[in-house]
């Protein structure tokens, strides 16, 4: 990325919850609402949030028509936050007093989750990614209920650094790896594991997003996302079976409390309805999984 802009992927990422967090709350779409989200996407992904302020009756076409033309990668994004959200809010009222994001990006649950009121946030990131949010944020008047903390993870220390911020290994924490692990060596992400695990009390909670091989997540899809991620400079470098991640996870002391994909999160939170329920393709593309893990041993 540049030092004076996010990364597309990020910024991509939070347009798509720009765009719902903007939909109108009777369409059953929307995400939870984001007071400060269009102060820190880039100008050019503000406008379609903002058409539908003026045009919420076009919601349920625009959610259609954006998620055949993405291969139904918008709707991946949507039902991951919404299922991230809902197992943020179960982890905090588990007992969870800490939030970490690894490669928080543009992400803003510290302020758009009502739960997260009571923790302490943790973000990290690039420190040219956290010096771009700390200027929107600044604008927004949102900083103060997050700590965000710089990383280069090529050079720095991911424990000294969450040591220096403030993070405490004695009390529970609820950790998002959100669209992060295909594009980090298998020896990147079990690095990170390790560090994660050193840091969580027991009791503290993972959710962690990651992508299958291609004969299981489907040819085709693979194909894509390995398309497009080259495309932004982001290659896909790392795939787990379910049993694979499982079995890493426990390494770590985590044991798995679910693992679902969008077909699972589109059962929870659209099916209900024929204006959200996506239309056109045969099955929902599976993009990544998500897997909810609880630390159960130090």
Do not use: C
Request: hydrophobic share 45%.
């Amino acid at each position: 990325m540049r030092p004076d802009r996010p990364s597309l992927t990020a910024s991509l990422v939070a347009g798509v919850r720009a765009l719902y967090a903007s939909f109108p709350p009777e369409s059953d779409l929307v995400v939870a609402p984001d007071r400060d989200v269009l102060d820190l996407v880039p100008a050019w992904l503000r406008l379609p949030a903002r058409a539908m302020s003026s045009a919420g009756w076009a919601a349920p076409a625009v959610h259609q028509v954006l998620g055949l033309a993405t291969l139904g990668l918008s709707w991946h994004v949507a039902l991951r936050t919404l299922a991230i959200d809902d197992a943020a809010r179960d982890a905090l009222s588990a007992g969870a007093t800490q939030v970490v994001l690894l490669g928080a990006g543009l992400d803003n649950r510290a302020r758009r989750l009502a739960e997260a009121a009571s923790a302490r946030v943790f973000e990290i990131d690039h420190p040219d990614m956290q010096r771009y949010k700390r200027e929107r944020l600044a604008r927004a008047g949102g900083e103060g209920e997050r700590v965000l903390v710089p990383v280069n993870f090529e050079i720095d220390s991911l424990g000294e650094a969450l040591e220096r911020a403030g993070l405490s290994a004695e009390r529970p924490s609820f950790w998002i790896w959100e669209g992060v692990t295909p594009y980090l060596t298998r020896a990147a992400v079990e690095s990170t594991l390790r560090t994660i695990a050193e840091r969580s009390a027991p009791g503290s909670r993972l959710a962690v997003t990651y992508m299958r091989p291609a004969e299981d997540m489907g040819e085709g899809i693979a194909r894509f996302a390995a398309a497009l991620g080259a495309m932004v400079g982001e290659p896909v470098h790392a795939t787990y079976r379910k049993p694979e991640l499982a079995a890493l996870l426990a390494d770590h002391g985590f044991e798995v409390l679910t693992d679902e994909t969008d077909t699972d999160f589109e059962a929870r939170y659209w099916r209900a309805s024929d204006t959200t329920r996506p239309r056109g393709l045969r099955a929902l593309p599976e993009w990544e999984r998500l897997a909810v893990a609880e630390r159960v041993a130090r």
